[in-house]
C-alpha cells in the first residue's frame, strides 16, 4: 500500500499545510514575482485600490442588507431608519455611497492608465477585454444601487436608463420590459434592481475579476514598450515591496473615503412619487453626465433614427470601439498604431470631463 | 396632464416625455409643456418646440359636461 511522504520541513503546522496547499510552490512563485519601477509606475496602484473598494462594498452592502427592505413601500423608509436609527448606519450608507464613486474613479484612472501605457499589447488582449467588461459591471452596479433608496432622483433615471435599453435594436422592448418588470418603472422594477444589484452582478463580478487577475498573474505587469525598448528596466520584489506600497496606496483611499463619507454624508433626496414631475435641475451621477449631456443635445431626428436611437447607436459604437481597442491599436505587422490609440484616448478623455462638466452647470 | 387654455377651453396630455420617458411639467412663465431630464419643450398643442423629444406629447379628447370634465383616448 502506497503511504504519504513524511513531512520534512518547518513546523508541524507550516508541514500540514505544506503537504496539503503546497504552500511552498505560491511563495517560489511570489518570490519571483516582480514589478517594473519607472516614472510610471505610480499608475500600477490603481488597480489594486479598484479592488480595495470592491472589497469595501462587499463589507458595507451586506451591512446594509441588514435593514434594507426592497419594496416600493418600504424601502425609502428602511433608508431612512438606516441613517437616522441604526448606530452608525448612517456613515455605513455614506461609505458605501462615497466608495461607489470613488471605485468608478480608479477604474477609469486605471484603464486610461493601462490605454496610455500599451498595457494592453499581445498577449495581454484578454486581460484590457475583462477590464473593459469589469467597468461596464461597476456601471451596472451604480446604476441598479442608485434605484436602491427609492427616491426621486434615482426613479427618473431609472426611467431614463430603462427607456434608452428600448431603444436597442431588436430586443429594445423586450429588455426594457425585462429590466422594469412591466411597462413602467414600479415597485416591481426595485425589487429586480435589488437581486441584479447584490446577486446576480456581484457573483459575475467576482468570476470576472478572477479571470482578470489570474491573467494579471499569468502575464506579469506590463513594461511601457518605450522602456522595454531600452532594455534592463528596473525591477522591484512583488512581495514585500510592491505589497507594501499598494497597502500604503489603500491605507490613502480609506483616509480619502472616510474623510468624505464623513464630512459629506451621502444625501438622501426626497421619496419617488410616479406621478410628480421631473424637478428642474434633475441630473444623474457624474459618471452618466457625459452621456446625458450629449442625449440632450441631440435633435428630434437624425437622418431616419429619432435622437435617443441615434444617442444609443453612437454611445454603443463609441464604447464598442474603445473595447476593442488592442485588436485595432496595431498593424498586422506588427506596428503599434501609436497616435491613434492616444488620440483616441486623449480625445476620450476630453468629451468625458468637458461634457461631464457642461451636464453639471446647464 | 389637463390645461385649462381659456375660459372654454381645455385640452390633456399624456405626461409622459416622448424622448426618454420622464414625467414633464406645465410652465406659465413661458406657457410650454418643459421636461426637466433633457430640457425638452412642448407648445400647448403638445407640439415639439425644442430640446430632443422626437413626437408630439400624446393628446386626448376632453369633454366638459356641466361641472364634469371628461377625458377619452382619441378614437
Not at chain 1, 474603445?322 to 484616448?345: H, Q, Y
Not at chain 2, 381659456?6 to 412663465?29: I, K, M, N
Request: with cysteine.
Amino acid at each position: 500500500m502506497e503511504q504519504a511522504e513524511p513531512v520534512k520541513k518547518g513546523g508541524r503546522w507550516q508541514g500540514w499545510l505544506e503537504e496539503r496547499l503546497g504552500w511552498d510552490r505560491l511563495s517560489e512563485f511570489l518570490a519571483h514575482k516582480k514589478v517594473p519601477v519607472h516614472s510610471g509606475t505610480l499608475w500600477y496602484y490603481f488597480g489594486g485600490i479598484t479592488l480595495f473598494l470592491f472589497g469595501i462594498q462587499v463589507a458595507t452592502g451586506i451591512l446594509l442588507l441588514l435593514y434594507y427592505r426592497p419594496t416600493a413601500a418600504e424601502a425609502y423608509e428602511s433608508v431612512q431608519f438606516i441613517v437616522t436609527r441604526v448606530e452608525f448606519g448612517w456613515l455605513i450608507r455614506s461609505i458605501h455611497s462615497w466608495s461607489a464613486n470613488l471605485m468608478v474613479l480608479t477604474a477609469l484612472i486605471h484603464m486610461f492608465s493601462v490605454a496610455f501605457l500599451r498595457g494592453w499589447r499581445r498577449p495581454r488582449e484578454l486581460t484590457w477585454l475583462s477590464g473593459v467588461l469589469l467597468l461596464g459591471l461597476t456601471l451596472a452596479l451604480g446604476f441598479t444601487g442608485y434605484l436602491l433608496p427609492w427616491n426621486t432622483t434615482a426613479y427618473f433615471a431609472t426611467k431614463v436608463g430603462t427607456d434608452l435599453a428600448g431603444s436597442v435594436p431588436l430586443v429594445g422592448p423586450a429588455l426594457a420590459r425585462f429590466l422594469r418588470g412591466g411597462d413602467e418603472v414600479t415597485g416591481a422594477t426595485l425589487t429586480r434592481f435589488f437581486g441584479f444589484h447584490v446577486a446576480l452582478l456581484p457573483a459575475l463580478m467576482t468570476a470576472l475579476l478572477g479571470l482578470h487577475l489570474a491573467l494579471v498573474q499569468r502575464f506579469g505587469i506590463s513594461t511601457p514598450p518605450l522602456l522595454e525598448s531600452r532594455g534592463d528596466v528596473p525591477q522591484m520584489p512583488f512581495v514585500p515591496n510592491f505589497v507594501l506600497r499598494e497597502l500604503m496606496a489603500w491605507y490613502l483611499a480609506l483616509g480619502a473615503l472616510g474623510m468624505l463619507a464623513a464630512l459629506f454624508p451621502w444625501p438622501l433626496g426626497d421619496k419617488a412619487d410616479p406621478f410628480a414631475p421631473a424637478p428642474a435641475g434633475i441630473r444623474p451621477e457624474w459618471y452618466f453626465l457625459a452621456a446625458f449631456y450629449t442625449l440632450k443635445l441631440l435633435p428630434s431626428r437624425l437622418w431616419v433614427l429619432e435622437s435617443e436611437q441615434a444617442g444609443l447607436i453612437g454611445l454603443g459604437l463609441l464604447a464598442l470601439w474603445w473595447a476593442t481597442l488592442p485588436f485595432w491599436g496595431v498593424r498586422p505587422d506588427g506596428r503599434e498604431r501609436t497616435r491613434l490609440v492616444t488620440g483616441t484616448g486623449v480625445l476620450l478623455i476630453a468629451w468625458l470631463s468637458t461634457f461631464s462638466v457642461l451636464g453639471y452647470i446647464e | 396632464m389637463l390645461i385649462r387654455v381659456s375660459e372654454s377651453e381645455w385640452r390633456a396630455f399624456g405626461a409622459t416625455c416622448t424622448h426618454l420617458d420622464c414625467t414633464v411639467q406645465y410652465r406659465s412663465e413661458s406657457q410650454q409643456i418643459w421636461c426637466a431630464c433633457h430640457n425638452g419643450f412642448y407648445d400647448l398643442n403638445g407640439r415639439v418646440v425644442a430640446g430632443p423629444p422626437p413626437r408630439p406629447l400624446e393628446e386626448y379628447v376632453v369633454r366638459v359636461r356641466g361641472e364634469e370634465v371628461v377625458i377619452a383616448r382619441r378614437n
